[in-house]
């Protein structure tokens, strides 16, 4: 009768010993995802820019004639037509959105039923941002004539 009592003694006090369910921690855990799946801001993609890239093996060293001239500097100051009557489109880095550059832009693809090509020349230590956002704005106007000069040109 002893060893009885001892076994159900042990059997008892096991039974007895809290236990963590895991059933509650699911529903936290899925409570959790959806919490976070509606309060994330989705940050808006790059656009999508079609571009049409040259033969390989071809080298045009042709500058359109009469060509709109955009420069990214190396400070994040955008210029357009950059010389002696440019046009400052941005001197902060962190505007992204440009909308001195959209504005004129947008002007300008109203007077003009032909748009002429747009040339981008941006020094080798800019930041690709810059260059991205410039994009941005041209495929949000609907430019479509793009074109980048290196240094040499």
């Known amino acids: 009768m002893k060893r009885l009592r001892k076994y ?3 059997v008892a006090t096991k039974l007895d010993e809290p236990r963590l369910s895991v059933a509650p921690l699911v529903d936290v855990c899925f409570l959790l995802v959806i919490y976070f799946m509606v309060t ?3 940050v ?4 999508d820019v079609s571009t049409e890239l040259p033969e390989p093996g071809v080298k045009s060293t042709r500058v359109p004639s009469v060509s709109v001239m955009l420069h990214v ?3 994040g100051r955008i210029v357009l037509n950059p010389g002696k009557h440019e046009i400052v489109i941005s001197t902060d880095p962190s505007d992204r959105e440009l909308p ?3 504005g004129f832009l947008s002007t300008l693809m ?5 748009l002429p090509p747009l040339m ?3 020094d080798g230590e800019a930041q690709h941002q810059r260059v991205v956002d410039v994009m941005n704005v041209l495929s949000k106007i609907g430019w479509t004539r793009v074109g980048f000069l290196d240094e040499a040109d």
């Open 120 to 122: 981008v020349r941006a």
């Open 110 to 114: 109203v007077g003009l039923h032909d």
């Open 73 to 75: 500097q190396k400070t």
């Open 40 to 42: 994330t801001t989705i």
């Open 100 to 102: 001195k550059m959209e």
């Open 44 to 47: 808006p993609a790059e656009r």
């Open 8 to 10: 159900s003694e042990r």
